[in-house]
């Protein structure tokens, strides 16, 4: 059974990534001209494998073989959702809300880039502490993280001082409401029916 988005490198394919993104998110890539702003702006591009307005042009083309560099890119999970692309953007195309999209297309279709394997960590160490306690829990979140990457000295130096300063609780605390919060995100992730 086709996927939807099988093709010929050389050729546009039915249900291209740009289709995909229109649908989900109502942004369209075909607004962007190409000025090259946003890029020459980003405070991360410098470090990205594939630049910003780049991304925007391999997902214009609806080439298969742009549209996985694209998603298999570690670029996508370097956008710091800063949003001064979109605000020098001349026609407002939303860069953020669109690499929102590509991590997720990204994260389904398994072509997460190897590189990002420790900032996936965080973003999942991240959302699992604010599932369970309804806001972020640093000391649990950075434990969690830890068992993940297994960077059990990074930055051990650090935390003492937090400690001290205030900064680290040692308990969660939890908010009033926090099992909605549990299920709202059963619900995103289709472990619980609405
Ligand atoms: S600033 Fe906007 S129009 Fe210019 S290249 Fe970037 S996304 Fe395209
Ligand atoms: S939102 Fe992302 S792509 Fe846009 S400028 Fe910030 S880091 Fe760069």
Redesign the pocket.
Same mark, same amino acid.
Request: hydrophobic share 25%; glycine share 8%; net charge positive.
């Given at each position: 059974m086709s996927s939807g988005y099988e093709g010929n490198d050389s050729h546009p394919h039915e249900t291209s990534l740009s289709d995909i993104l229109k649908a989900n998110c109502g942004e369209s %890539?075909l $607004? !962007?001209?190409? !000025?090259? $702003? !946003?890029?020459?702006?980003c405070p991360l591009a410098s470090e990205m494998d594939i630049a910003?307005?780049m991304l925007?042009?391999k997902i214009q083309t609806r080439l298969k073989v742009h549209e996985d560099s694209v998603l298999s890119s570690y670029a996508i999970w370097l956008c710091l959702t800063c949003e001064t @692309? %979109?605000s020098? @953007?001349? $026609?407002?195309?939303d860069?953020p809300k669109i690499m929102d999209f590509l991590r997720e297309e990204s994260l389904k279709r398994n072509m997460v880039n190897p590189k990002a394997k420790d900032i996936l960590a965080f973003h999942n160490s991240f959302l699992e502490s604010v599932k369970y306690t309804g806001r972020l829990y640093e000391v649990g979140m950075v434990g969690a993280y830890k068992l993940r990457t297994w960077h059990f000295l990074q930055d051990l130096l650090v935390a003492p001082k937090l400690f001290l300063k205030g900064k680290l609780g040692l308990l969660p605390h939890l908010i009033k409401g926090n099992l909605k919060i549990r299920n709202l995100f059963d619900r995103i992730t289709g472990k619980k029916e609405d």
């Open positions: %890539v $607004k !962007c001209y190409q !000025c090259g $702003k !946003c890029s020459a702006g910003p307005s925007i042009r @692309c %979109v020098r @953007c001349p $026609k407002e195309v860069l």
